[in-house]
């Protein structure tokens, strides 16, 4: 049992240290990468995973990120358009 979790340890610990620095400090937790990983999505049209990560940041305070929300929101990009929740 020790041995399966040293692996699963090590193996997500590898894969951590293989992304780049920003990734891995939004994946670690950081509001403001997580913010800056939600902008390069939004800026490439992925608005699934800007609000995935624009979330991540925004119930952490950061007010950058809870204004993209709000504009996901009422756009209704990469989530169901809800004028309520956009407010």
Known sequence: MFGLLLVIIVSVAGWLLSLEQPKRSAYLGDDVSQYDLAL????????????????????????????MLCALYYEGQGVEQDYSRAF
Do not use: L, M, V
């Not at 992925?46 to 624009?54: C, E, L, Q, R, V």
């Open 40 to 67: 390069n999505y939004f800026n490439e049209s992925d608005y699934p995973n800007a609000f995935k990560w624009a979330e991540k940041a925004a119930t952490k305070g950061n007010a950058d990120a809870q204004i």
